[in-house]
Protein backbone atom coordinates (compact mmCIF):
# COMPACT_ATOMS: atom_id res chain seq x y z
CA UNK A 1 0.00 0.00 0.00
CA UNK A 2 2.46 2.37 -1.45
CA UNK A 3 0.78 5.56 0.29
CA UNK A 4 -1.86 3.44 1.95
CA UNK A 5 -4.93 3.92 -0.25
CA UNK A 6 -2.64 3.56 -3.08
CA UNK A 7 -4.99 6.09 -4.62
CA UNK A 8 -2.87 8.76 -6.44
CA UNK A 9 0.76 9.82 -7.68
CA UNK A 10 0.76 13.18 -6.15
CA UNK A 11 3.34 15.57 -6.55
CA UNK A 12 5.18 14.25 -3.67
CA UNK A 13 7.80 16.20 -3.77
CA UNK A 14 5.43 19.13 -3.36
CA UNK A 15 3.61 17.49 -0.48
CA UNK A 16 7.10 17.29 1.51
CA UNK A 17 7.89 20.79 0.83
CA UNK A 18 4.56 21.86 2.31
CA UNK A 19 4.38 19.15 5.32
CA UNK A 20 7.71 20.14 7.20
CA UNK A 21 6.04 22.09 10.06
CA UNK A 22 4.41 19.75 12.85
CA UNK A 23 0.78 19.08 11.64
CA UNK A 24 -1.64 20.52 14.62
CA UNK A 25 -5.25 18.51 14.75
CA UNK A 26 -8.42 20.37 14.98
CA UNK A 27 -8.74 20.28 18.81
CA UNK A 28 -5.83 19.87 21.08
CA UNK A 29 -7.01 17.41 22.75
CA UNK A 30 -7.32 14.87 20.45
CA UNK A 31 -3.64 14.31 20.41
CA UNK A 32 -2.17 11.51 22.36
CA UNK A 33 1.53 11.83 20.91
CA UNK A 34 3.37 13.64 18.29
CA UNK A 35 6.89 12.34 17.24
CA UNK A 36 9.41 13.38 14.31
CA UNK A 37 11.25 11.04 13.04
CA UNK A 38 14.59 11.15 11.20
CA UNK A 39 12.87 9.72 8.14
CA UNK A 40 13.33 12.62 5.64
CA UNK A 41 11.48 11.57 2.75
CA UNK A 42 8.62 10.45 5.25
CA UNK A 43 6.35 7.34 5.44
CA UNK A 44 4.40 5.48 2.60
CA UNK A 45 2.14 3.60 5.15
CA UNK A 46 1.66 3.47 9.04
CA UNK A 47 -0.47 0.41 10.89
CA UNK A 48 -1.84 -0.96 13.98
CA UNK A 49 -0.01 -4.00 15.44
CA UNK A 50 -2.76 -6.68 15.79
CA UNK A 51 -3.39 -6.22 19.62
CA UNK A 52 -2.85 -2.27 19.15
CA UNK A 53 -0.01 -2.21 21.51
CA UNK A 54 2.55 -1.35 18.07
CA UNK A 55 2.86 1.06 15.24
CA UNK A 56 4.53 0.42 12.03
CA UNK A 57 5.60 3.06 10.48
CA UNK A 58 6.86 2.01 6.86
CA UNK A 59 9.32 4.32 5.28
CA UNK A 60 11.38 4.05 2.13
CA UNK A 61 14.62 2.86 4.10
CA UNK A 62 12.89 1.39 7.45
CA UNK A 63 10.28 0.06 8.96
CA UNK A 64 10.14 1.36 12.11
CA UNK A 65 8.51 0.10 15.73
CA UNK A 66 6.99 2.46 17.91
CA UNK A 67 5.65 2.03 21.62
CA UNK A 68 1.74 2.81 21.00
CA UNK A 69 0.96 4.18 23.91
CA UNK A 70 4.38 6.49 24.15
CA UNK A 71 4.96 6.76 20.33
CA UNK A 72 8.76 5.41 21.66
CA UNK A 73 10.92 3.89 19.13
CA UNK A 74 11.71 0.38 20.22
CA UNK A 75 13.32 -0.76 16.94
CA UNK A 76 13.64 -1.04 13.27
CA UNK A 77 14.73 -3.20 10.62
CA UNK A 78 16.19 -1.90 7.27
CA UNK A 79 13.13 -2.84 5.08
CA UNK A 80 10.47 -0.66 3.58
CA UNK A 81 7.48 -3.31 2.95
CA UNK A 82 4.76 -4.15 4.90
CA UNK A 83 4.60 -6.40 8.30
CA UNK A 84 2.01 -8.72 9.49
CA UNK A 85 1.95 -9.47 13.02
CA UNK A 86 0.80 -12.58 14.13
CA UNK A 87 1.11 -15.57 17.12
CA UNK A 88 -0.60 -12.30 19.18
CA UNK A 89 1.80 -9.94 17.87
CA UNK A 90 4.92 -12.24 18.93
CA UNK A 91 5.83 -12.39 15.64
CA UNK A 92 5.23 -10.71 12.64
CA UNK A 93 6.15 -11.36 8.29
CA UNK A 94 7.58 -9.05 5.83
CA UNK A 95 8.97 -9.60 2.56
CA UNK A 96 12.81 -9.42 2.34
CA UNK A 97 14.34 -6.56 -0.10
CA UNK A 98 14.66 -8.88 -2.81
CA UNK A 99 11.43 -9.18 -2.86
CA UNK A 100 12.03 -13.27 -3.72
CA UNK A 101 10.92 -14.24 0.29
CA UNK A 102 9.17 -14.08 3.15
CA UNK A 103 10.66 -14.31 6.30
CA UNK A 104 9.10 -14.57 9.75
CA UNK A 105 10.76 -12.06 12.76
CA UNK A 106 10.78 -12.91 16.56
CA UNK A 107 9.27 -9.68 17.52
CA UNK A 108 11.05 -9.66 20.48
CA UNK A 109 14.77 -9.38 19.25
CA UNK A 110 13.56 -8.38 15.52
CA UNK A 111 15.50 -11.31 14.66
CA UNK A 112 14.61 -13.86 11.94
CA UNK A 113 13.78 -17.15 13.06
CA UNK A 114 12.13 -18.64 9.81
CA UNK A 115 11.00 -18.16 6.00
CA UNK A 116 8.14 -19.37 3.70
CA UNK A 117 8.64 -21.33 0.88
CA UNK A 118 10.05 -20.14 -2.03
CA UNK A 119 10.80 -20.85 -5.52
CA UNK A 120 12.67 -17.98 -7.19
CA UNK A 121 9.39 -15.84 -8.76
CA UNK A 122 10.19 -12.15 -7.15
CA UNK A 123 7.30 -10.57 -5.82
CA UNK A 124 5.86 -7.58 -7.90
CA UNK A 125 7.83 -4.35 -6.97
CA UNK A 126 5.94 -1.73 -4.38
CA UNK A 127 3.62 -4.63 -3.65
CA UNK A 128 0.22 -4.47 -1.77
CA UNK A 129 -0.09 -7.86 0.00
CA UNK A 130 -3.26 -9.26 2.33
CA UNK A 131 -3.53 -11.44 5.09
CA UNK A 132 -6.84 -13.48 5.81
CA UNK A 133 -8.72 -12.82 8.70
CA UNK A 134 -7.88 -15.61 10.40
CA UNK A 135 -4.48 -15.08 9.75
CA UNK A 136 -3.72 -18.78 7.66
CA UNK A 137 -2.96 -17.35 4.59
CA UNK A 138 -0.66 -15.17 2.66
CA UNK A 139 -0.94 -13.49 -0.55
CA UNK A 140 0.64 -11.39 -3.20
CA UNK A 141 0.92 -10.07 -7.02
CA UNK A 142 3.64 -11.92 -8.87
CA UNK A 143 4.15 -11.00 -12.27
CA UNK A 144 1.21 -12.04 -13.93
CA UNK A 145 -0.75 -13.47 -11.60
CA UNK A 146 -1.27 -13.50 -7.67
CA UNK A 147 0.37 -16.47 -4.99
CA UNK A 148 -1.29 -17.70 -2.15
CA UNK A 149 0.87 -19.64 0.98
CA UNK A 150 -0.28 -21.46 3.72
CA UNK A 151 0.88 -19.90 7.00
CA UNK A 152 0.45 -23.06 9.45
CA UNK A 153 2.81 -25.15 6.53
CA UNK A 154 4.81 -22.60 5.33
CA UNK A 155 4.86 -23.40 1.60
CA UNK A 156 3.02 -22.30 -1.65
CA UNK A 157 -0.53 -23.28 -1.51
CA UNK A 158 -1.63 -22.06 -4.94
CA UNK A 159 -0.59 -19.70 -7.78
CA UNK A 160 -3.11 -17.98 -10.60
CA UNK A 161 -1.05 -17.05 -13.68
CA UNK A 162 -2.97 -15.15 -16.68
CA UNK A 163 -2.51 -16.79 -19.99
CA UNK A 164 -1.34 -15.35 -23.06
CA UNK A 165 -3.80 -13.84 -25.59
CA UNK A 166 -3.18 -12.24 -29.24
CA UNK A 167 -2.14 -8.92 -28.75
CA UNK A 168 -1.79 -9.26 -25.05
CA UNK A 169 1.06 -6.62 -23.97
CA UNK A 170 1.05 -6.94 -20.24
CA UNK A 171 -1.54 -8.19 -17.24
CA UNK A 172 -0.71 -5.87 -13.61
CA UNK A 173 -2.51 -7.77 -10.45
CA UNK A 174 -2.96 -5.49 -7.99
CA UNK A 175 -4.29 -4.92 -4.06
CA UNK A 176 -5.41 -8.90 -3.79
CA UNK A 177 -7.94 -8.94 -0.81
CA UNK A 178 -9.51 -11.82 1.50
CA UNK A 179 -12.84 -11.56 1.80
CA UNK A 180 -13.75 -11.97 5.69
CA UNK A 181 -14.74 -16.08 5.10
CA UNK A 182 -11.49 -16.29 3.27
CA UNK A 183 -13.40 -17.54 0.25
CA UNK A 184 -13.19 -15.31 -2.34
CA UNK A 185 -10.18 -12.71 -3.08
CA UNK A 186 -10.64 -9.40 -4.61
CA UNK A 187 -7.77 -7.70 -6.68
CA UNK A 188 -7.60 -4.69 -9.09
CA UNK A 189 -7.16 -6.28 -12.53
CA UNK A 190 -6.00 -4.89 -15.82
CA UNK A 191 -4.48 -5.99 -18.99
CA UNK A 192 -3.27 -4.08 -22.40
CA UNK A 193 -3.23 -4.88 -26.03
CA UNK A 194 -1.69 -3.74 -28.65
CA UNK A 195 -3.54 -1.68 -30.65
CA UNK A 196 -3.75 -2.42 -34.73
CA UNK A 197 -5.40 0.62 -35.45
CA UNK A 198 -3.32 2.72 -33.31
CA UNK A 199 -0.27 1.56 -32.46
CA UNK A 200 0.82 4.37 -30.52
CA UNK A 201 -2.29 3.76 -28.26
CA UNK A 202 -2.46 0.61 -26.29
CA UNK A 203 -6.46 -0.40 -25.89
CA UNK A 204 -6.82 -1.09 -21.61
CA UNK A 205 -9.31 -2.81 -19.52
CA UNK A 206 -9.37 -3.74 -16.52
CA UNK A 207 -11.99 -4.08 -13.43
CA UNK A 208 -11.55 -5.34 -9.82
CA UNK A 209 -12.58 -8.96 -10.12
CA UNK A 210 -13.72 -11.49 -7.56
CA UNK A 211 -12.29 -15.20 -7.38
CA UNK A 212 -13.13 -18.21 -5.87
CA UNK A 213 -10.56 -19.13 -3.26
CA UNK A 214 -10.71 -22.75 -4.25
CA UNK A 215 -10.87 -22.86 -7.74
CA UNK A 216 -9.50 -19.24 -8.24
CA UNK A 217 -12.08 -19.14 -11.20
CA UNK A 218 -13.10 -15.49 -11.30
CA UNK A 219 -16.44 -15.04 -10.28
CA UNK A 220 -17.67 -11.45 -10.25
CA UNK A 221 -16.13 -7.85 -10.82
CA UNK A 222 -16.83 -4.88 -10.21
CA UNK A 223 -16.28 -1.75 -12.06
CA UNK A 224 -12.41 0.10 -12.53
CA UNK A 225 -11.58 2.87 -10.25
CA UNK A 226 -8.41 4.60 -8.76
CA UNK A 227 -8.41 2.02 -5.93
CA UNK A 228 -10.66 0.28 -3.39
CA UNK A 229 -10.90 -0.58 0.57
CA UNK A 230 -13.03 -3.37 1.93
CA UNK A 231 -14.38 -2.54 5.51
CA UNK A 232 -13.68 -4.35 8.66
CA UNK A 233 -16.64 -7.15 8.16
CA UNK A 234 -16.86 -6.87 4.55
CA UNK A 235 -20.19 -5.68 4.53
CA UNK A 236 -19.21 -2.39 2.12
CA UNK A 237 -16.73 -1.58 -0.51
CA UNK A 238 -15.75 1.72 -1.07
CA UNK A 239 -13.93 3.27 -4.36
CA UNK A 240 -11.30 6.14 -4.83
CA UNK A 241 -12.71 8.08 -7.88
CA UNK A 242 -10.70 10.63 -8.62
CA UNK A 243 -13.63 13.38 -9.41
CA UNK A 244 -12.86 16.77 -7.56
CA UNK A 245 -15.98 16.94 -5.75
CA UNK A 246 -17.46 13.48 -5.17
CA UNK A 247 -14.27 11.38 -4.51
CA UNK A 248 -15.11 8.52 -3.03
CA UNK A 249 -17.90 6.01 -3.33
CA UNK A 250 -19.69 3.64 -1.08
CA UNK A 251 -21.35 0.46 -2.29
CA UNK A 252 -22.70 -2.90 -0.45
CA UNK A 253 -20.07 -5.43 -1.00
CA UNK A 254 -22.72 -8.22 -1.55
CA UNK A 255 -25.16 -6.63 -3.39
CA UNK A 256 -23.17 -4.24 -5.40
CA UNK A 257 -25.78 -1.56 -4.40
CA UNK A 258 -24.38 1.99 -4.63
CA UNK A 259 -25.05 3.62 -1.17
CA UNK A 260 -23.30 6.89 -1.53
CA UNK A 261 -21.04 9.14 -2.94
CA UNK A 262 -18.79 11.34 -0.32
CA UNK A 263 -18.56 15.03 -0.99
CA UNK A 264 -14.72 15.00 -0.72
CA UNK A 265 -12.01 16.30 -3.19
CA UNK A 266 -10.57 13.27 -5.44
CA UNK A 267 -7.23 14.42 -6.26
CA UNK A 268 -6.23 15.34 -3.14
CA UNK A 269 -7.81 12.36 -0.88
CA UNK A 270 -4.53 10.05 0.42
CA UNK A 271 -6.01 6.85 2.74
CA UNK A 272 -9.75 5.42 3.12
CA UNK A 273 -9.90 2.97 6.62
CA UNK A 274 -13.24 1.63 7.67
CA UNK A 275 -14.18 1.94 11.84
CA UNK A 276 -13.82 -1.99 13.25
CA UNK A 277 -17.58 -2.00 14.02
CA UNK A 278 -17.93 -0.52 10.43
CA UNK A 279 -19.84 2.56 11.59
CA UNK A 280 -17.33 5.17 10.35
CA UNK A 281 -15.46 6.01 6.87
CA UNK A 282 -12.16 7.63 7.59
CA UNK A 283 -10.65 9.91 4.81
CA UNK A 284 -6.92 11.43 4.82
CA UNK A 285 -6.00 14.27 2.67
CA UNK A 286 -3.55 16.41 1.55
CA UNK A 287 -3.37 19.47 -0.36
CA UNK A 288 -6.98 21.36 -1.17
CA UNK A 289 -8.18 19.60 1.75
CA UNK A 290 -5.50 19.31 4.53
CA UNK A 291 -7.82 17.26 7.01
CA UNK A 292 -8.66 13.81 8.20
CA UNK A 293 -12.46 13.19 8.27
CA UNK A 294 -15.04 11.15 9.96
CA UNK A 295 -17.95 9.77 8.11
CA UNK A 296 -21.27 8.28 9.51
CA UNK A 297 -22.34 5.58 7.36
CA UNK A 298 -25.59 5.51 7.75
CA UNK A 299 -26.42 9.12 8.23
CA UNK A 300 -24.38 10.11 5.20
CA UNK A 301 -22.61 12.96 7.25
CA UNK A 302 -19.20 13.99 8.38
CA UNK A 303 -19.63 13.79 11.97
CA UNK A 304 -15.70 15.21 12.90
CA UNK A 305 -12.76 17.21 11.34
CA UNK A 306 -9.34 16.80 12.26
CA UNK A 307 -8.06 20.19 10.77
CA UNK A 308 -3.89 20.65 9.77
CA UNK A 309 -1.12 19.90 7.20
CA UNK A 310 -1.69 17.90 4.63
CA UNK A 311 -2.52 14.21 6.08
CA UNK A 312 -0.81 11.40 4.16
CA UNK A 313 -1.18 8.07 5.33
CA UNK A 314 -3.88 6.28 8.37
CA UNK A 315 -5.25 3.55 10.00
CA UNK A 316 -7.95 2.99 12.43
CA UNK A 317 -6.84 0.88 15.93
CA UNK A 318 -8.47 -2.33 16.04
CA UNK A 319 -10.49 -1.02 19.33
CA UNK A 320 -11.80 1.66 17.78
CA UNK A 321 -10.15 4.22 19.80
CA UNK A 322 -7.16 5.90 17.70
CA UNK A 323 -6.05 6.73 14.69
CA UNK A 324 -2.51 6.83 13.45
CA UNK A 325 -1.87 9.16 10.53
CA UNK A 326 1.76 10.85 9.15
CA UNK A 327 2.73 13.83 7.53
CA UNK A 328 6.23 14.35 5.96
CA UNK A 329 8.53 12.65 8.92
CA UNK A 330 6.29 13.50 11.60
CA UNK A 331 4.31 10.38 12.78
CA UNK A 332 1.07 11.04 15.21
CA UNK A 333 -1.70 9.68 17.17
CA UNK A 334 -5.16 10.46 17.62
CA UNK A 335 -8.21 9.93 19.72
CA UNK A 336 -10.82 8.65 17.91
CA UNK A 337 -13.70 11.32 18.12
CA UNK A 338 -17.05 10.67 16.22
CA UNK A 339 -18.44 13.86 16.96
CA UNK A 340 -21.36 12.28 19.46
CA UNK A 341 -19.16 10.23 22.16
CA UNK A 342 -17.04 10.46 24.38
CA UNK A 343 -13.32 9.38 23.49
CA UNK A 344 -10.82 7.96 25.64
CA UNK A 345 -9.77 9.92 28.31
CA UNK A 346 -5.69 10.38 29.32
CA UNK A 347 -6.25 7.52 31.86
CA UNK A 348 -6.67 4.65 28.95
CA UNK A 349 -2.92 5.29 27.97
CA UNK A 350 -0.36 4.25 30.22
CA UNK A 351 2.54 6.26 30.64
CA UNK A 352 5.13 3.29 29.67
CA UNK A 353 8.67 4.24 28.61
CA UNK A 354 12.25 3.97 29.60
CA UNK A 355 14.83 7.05 29.57
CA UNK A 356 17.35 7.89 29.05
CA UNK A 357 18.03 5.45 26.13
CA UNK A 358 20.75 5.28 25.29
CA UNK A 359 21.43 5.51 28.90
CA UNK A 360 25.12 6.49 30.39
CA UNK A 361 24.54 5.74 34.05
CA UNK A 362 20.94 5.80 35.78
CA UNK A 363 18.08 4.82 33.83
CA UNK A 364 14.30 5.26 34.84
CA UNK A 365 11.13 3.14 33.84
CA UNK A 366 8.08 4.03 33.62
CA UNK A 367 4.88 1.76 33.11
CA UNK A 368 1.61 1.27 34.56
CA UNK A 369 0.70 -1.38 37.51
CA UNK A 370 -2.81 -2.49 37.78
CA UNK A 371 -3.20 -4.71 40.27
CA UNK A 372 -0.69 -5.28 43.93
CA UNK A 373 1.24 -7.82 43.96
CA UNK A 374 4.94 -9.31 43.77
CA UNK A 375 6.91 -8.04 41.02
CA UNK A 376 9.77 -8.71 39.61
CA UNK A 377 12.19 -6.45 37.66
CA UNK A 378 15.82 -7.12 36.05
CA UNK A 379 18.06 -6.81 32.76
CA UNK A 380 18.99 -9.36 30.40
CA UNK A 381 20.98 -9.57 27.59
CA UNK A 382 20.18 -10.71 24.00
CA UNK A 383 19.73 -14.18 24.28
CA UNK A 384 17.83 -13.90 27.18
CA UNK A 385 20.36 -14.68 30.13
CA UNK A 386 19.79 -12.64 33.13
CA UNK A 387 22.27 -10.00 33.95
CA UNK A 388 20.91 -7.76 37.11
CA UNK A 389 18.47 -8.14 39.21
CA UNK A 390 16.78 -4.72 39.84
CA UNK A 391 14.25 -5.49 42.19
CA UNK A 392 11.62 -8.03 43.66
CA UNK A 393 9.28 -7.23 46.06
CA UNK A 394 5.03 -6.34 46.57
CA UNK A 395 4.31 -3.46 44.76
CA UNK A 396 1.27 -1.35 45.09
CA UNK A 397 -1.08 -0.82 41.79
CA UNK A 398 -0.09 2.79 40.32
CA UNK A 399 1.85 4.59 38.16
CA UNK A 400 5.44 3.11 39.14
CA UNK A 401 8.58 5.41 38.27
CA UNK A 402 11.50 2.93 39.21
CA UNK A 403 14.99 4.15 38.79
CA UNK A 404 17.96 1.91 38.72
CA UNK A 405 22.50 2.15 37.88
CA UNK A 406 23.77 0.89 34.77
CA UNK A 407 27.39 1.52 35.90
CA UNK A 408 28.27 -2.08 36.45
CA UNK A 409 26.94 -3.29 33.19
CA UNK A 410 29.33 -2.95 29.96
CA UNK A 411 27.93 -1.04 27.07
CA UNK A 412 25.99 -3.05 24.53
CA UNK A 413 22.16 -3.88 24.36
CA UNK A 414 19.96 -5.32 27.00
CA UNK A 415 16.30 -5.82 27.75
CA UNK A 416 14.13 -4.37 31.13
CA UNK A 417 11.48 -6.93 31.92
CA UNK A 418 8.51 -6.32 34.32
CA UNK A 419 6.83 -9.19 35.27
CA UNK A 420 3.83 -10.25 37.80
CA UNK A 421 1.34 -12.42 37.21
CA UNK A 422 -1.06 -9.78 35.53
CA UNK A 423 1.77 -7.93 33.73
CA UNK A 424 4.52 -9.19 31.16
CA UNK A 425 6.40 -6.11 29.94
CA UNK A 426 9.77 -5.76 27.97
CA UNK A 427 11.72 -2.16 27.59
CA UNK A 428 15.04 -2.21 25.08
CA UNK A 429 17.74 -0.41 27.01
CA UNK A 430 21.10 0.93 25.03
CA UNK A 431 23.58 1.59 27.47
CA UNK A 432 26.47 3.59 25.99
CA UNK A 433 28.41 5.11 29.02
Keep these: M ?8 LSIAAMWQSVQAQPVPQDSTDLVWSLKTDQ ?11 TDSLIVGHGYDYDLFFDAKTGQEIQRI ?18 NQSRTRFDIYDALNYT ?12 NEYPIIDMSKDGKYLIAPIPRGFRIWD ?54 VGSFTVYDFNTLDSIDS ?7 VLSK ?28 KIPINGPSLTGIEFSPDDKY ?15 DINTEKKVYSYLGSSFLNIDVSHNGKYIIESVGRWIELLKFNDGNTSVPGDSEITPQIIYPNPSTGVATIQYQQHFSEITNIYITGINGQIINSILSNFLEEGNKIITFNTQDIPDGTYFIKVENVHLSLIFKLIVNK
Design 40 to 50: SAGFWMVKFSN
Design 233 to 260: TCKYIAYGTGDPDFGVEVYDFNTKEFLW
Design 222 to 228: FGNHRGF
Design 151 to 204: LTTKRILKTKLFPDEPNLISVGVDNPRFTCDNNKIVTQFSKKYFNPNNPNQPIT
Design 78 to 95: HNDNEVFFINNDNNFIVL
Design 281 to 295: LVTSSGPDANAIYIW
Design 2 to 9: KIKFFLLV
Design 112 to 123: IIDSIENDGVII
